[in-house]
């Protein structure tokens, strides 16, 4: 399974752009990048997912490096509300249905 | 209806008992997924079921059964835990085809004692 790796914590100021960074160096030409969040006393929920072009959804944007060796997930302006931990998943194209989770990145919104 | 539900919410249990997880969705979706959680750790996955047949199971102790009874029901059964099986269990469902996003449940927080 290829791995990911995350900063343990980051912080960021209320109405700002959040830059999440994950590198995945070992990603397969199949695996998909996905993104998770998990608040505090909940189970984690979707946020974004790629596979080589630049994405955007009402939650977020996910920007893929040309070599999809690292991605980034990007918040517009955080909210009190995205205070969480978010997860970087390389998701196999293979049929084995596996989402496994990296250690993830903390991300504390100051008021 | 996009939720995956558990119950119970909560769980205490003796290391003698035999106690069970319940998990359903009703979106159609053919894959679903036990996860093992520790306090300010990642989830860990444990089992998944395709299509109701076991296709993974990460190595997890005996202690652990899992079962699919149908689509939209997936159960955890435990026996003879021991208390470092306290933990977070969070089930999950997908698409089953396809690279989908999983939607987790809400969780059950289970202590051993």
């Known amino acids: 399974d290829a791995k990911t790796t995350q900063p343990n914590s980051m912080e960021s100021n209320e109405e700002e752009p959040v830059h999440l960074p994950c590198n995945h160096s070992?990603?397969?030409?199949?695996?998909?990048i996905h993104w998770y969040r998990q608040l505090p006393s909940q189970g984690p929920e979707y946020v974004i997912h790629?596979?080589?072009s630049n994405v955007n959804n009402r939650m977020a944007s996910l920007a893929i490096a040309e070599d999809r060796k690292s991605s980034t997930l990007i918040l517009h302006r955080a909210t009190l509300r995205d205070a969480a931990v978010y997860y970087c998943i390389l998701r196999e194209n293979s049929g084995t249905y596996k989402y496994i989770f990296g250690t993830g990145t903390r991300l504390k919104v100051l008021a | 209806d996009t939720e995956v539900t558990q119950t119970p919410k909560h769980l205490v249990m003796g290391m003698t008992n035999k106690k069970s997880l319940k998990c359903e969705q009703h979106m159609g979706h053919r894959a679903m997924y036990w996860y093992k959680q520790k306090a300010k750790k990642p989830p860990e996955l444990m089992f998944v079921?395709?299509?109701?047949?076991?296709?993974i199971n990460e190595s997890v102790p005996s202690r652990f059964s899992p079962e699919c009874p149908n689509s939209s029901l997936l159960n955890l059964h435990l026996h003879a835990l021991q208390p470092e099986d306290s933990a977070l269990y969070l089930c999950?469902?997908?698409?089953?085809?396809?690279?989908?996003?999983?939607?987790f449940g809400q969780g059950t927080r289970l202590t051993v004692v």
């Open positions: 790629g596979l080589t």
């Open positions: 079921y395709s299509y109701e047949k076991l296709s």
């Open positions: 999950a469902s997908s698409q089953g085809f396809g690279v989908t996003e999983a939607f």
């Open positions: 070992t990603i397969s030409g199949t695996d998909y």
